[in-house]
């Protein structure tokens, strides 16, 4: 079924997480992101047309301001983005260069969704950027977020990006192969669930389960960004971004995830 939604989409939303960017040293995975941008790269060259939603802006500060590493206040939080976002955005333009890609960083807060005026702003800029081969790079902008105004995690920002796209597609890759019956983590027999059609029952299984918090950023907001997006056509894939190649096996239909339809 990842394979269908895949050949029948033209616009995609990926979402990439933090402990996919990130190696095992914890620094910003090169190769990952060079492989990463090859499947891409695969995909525009067959028409379609794609947004990625990245994490890793803390990952790659720290990498960078190692001695801000037990820091835990607000400010440096915040400082240590501002400078993580430059190495972030610079690792994804090394990865895509070789491809001839060009790519745009794009940082928004929970209140650039409420203004219509930023919204169209917004939805015109994405536009304009895809259709000139342009791949942009959405994050959080958490150097000025703020509770009032942070929407928390990159699973629903990357819904509301698909939703204001107007995609076909939205992929979110984390560190878990998709939604399963019972925590994984804890129960080694737990069984992938590969299609979901009923969100409220998946959601009450998760509930019912105490498996809320397993996957980064947790399975919820996972289960909150797909039926973000179904409220709007739009179905999703939860895959685990750490297999080999993971874009092209959804692709091909050689690897698992689960998928959230739109109906």
Not at 117 to 123: D, I
Request: proline share 2%.
């Amino acid at each position: 079924m990842t394979r269908e939604l895949i050949q029948n989409a033209r616009k995609i939303v990926i979402k990439i997480g933090s402990t996919t960017l990130a190696g095992e040293t914890g620094k910003i995975n090169g190769a990952f992101l060079d492989e990463f941008a090859c499947q891409v790269s695969a995909l525009i060259e067959e028409g379609k047309q794609i947004v990625i939603v990245s994490s890793g802006a803390q990952i790659a500060g720290l990498s960078t301001m190692d001695k801000w590493a037990r820091k835990r206040d607000l400010h440096y939080r915040q400082a240590l983005c501002a400078v993580g976002q430059v190495e972030l955005m610079g690792a994804w333009r090394r990865a895509f260069e070789p491809f001839g890609i060009r790519i745009a960083q794009i940082l928004l807060t929970r209140d650039d969704f409420g203004d219509n005026n930023r919204t169209l702003n917004m939805r015109n800029t994405l536009f304009t950027l895809v259709d000139e081969g342009i791949v942009p790079i959405i994050n959080e902008n958490d150097t000025v977020s703020v509770e009032e105004i942070k929407i928390g995690d990159n699973d629903n920002l990357a819904a509301q990006s698909a939703i204001l796209w107007s995609a076909d597609l939205l992929i979110l890759f984390s560190d878990i192969d998709g939604l399963y019956d019972r925590n994984p983590r804890e129960h080694p027999d737990a069984e992938l669930v590969e299609v979901v059609r009923d969100l409220a029952l998946a959601r009450q299984s998760v509930e019912e389960g105490g498996a809320g918090d397993f996957g980064t950023g947790g399975i919820v907001t996972k289960l909150e960004a797909a039926g973000r997006a179904a409220a709007y056509g739009i179905p999703m894939i939860l895959a685990h971004g750490g297999r080999k190649r993971p874009l092209q096996g959804l692709a091909e239909g050689t690897q698992r995830g689960t998928v959230f339809t739109a109906g």
